[in-house]
């Protein structure tokens, strides 16, 4: 059983830098993927940004490219997103999530085996 718990979120202006955080507690793993995905109204969950268990490969989508970055400190069981030049369109609900024991940083939401709650980003204009 693993616990994901993210922190962070809130009311940001646009333009804002915060930096979201996620937790792991319970039963962890040496290798792992973990990935930021986020939802925002009306729309699918989308992997924003995910990082494999070395830290040597990682994934953005095209829209947050060059403005979020994601890393993690294995020694913590902590992931980070790095969020800057935040726009209204990145308002959103992030989620953290797990994929134990791939190789790779999968898109897919199914692929994941351990879900955060969520953490609410209202980015205002």
């Known amino acids: 059983q693993v616990q994901l718990v993210e922190s962070g979120g809130g009311l940001v202006q646009a333009g804002g830098s915060p930096r979201l955080s996620c937790a792991a507690s319970?039963?962890?793993?040496?290798?792992?993927?973990m990935a930021w995905f986020r939802q925002a109204p009306g729309k699918e969950r989308e992997l924003v940004a995910g990082?494999?268990?070395?830290?040597?490969?990682?994934r953005y989508a095209d829209s947050v490219k060059g403005r979020f970055t994601i890393s993690k400190d294995n020694a913590k069981n902590t992931v980070y997103l790095q969020m800057n030049n935040l726009k209204p369109e990145d308002t959103a609900v992030y989620y953290c999530?797990?994929?134990?024991?791939?190789?790779?940083?999968?898109?897919?939401?199914?692929?994941?085996?351990?879900w955060g709650q969520g953490t609410q980003v209202t980015v205002s204009s």
């Open positions: 999530a797990a994929s134990l024991g791939v190789p790779n940083i999968p898109q897919r939401r199914d692929m994941y085996d351990y």
């Open positions: 319970g039963r962890t793993f040496n290798r792992y993927v």
């Open positions: 990082i494999n268990w070395s830290g040597e490969s990682t």
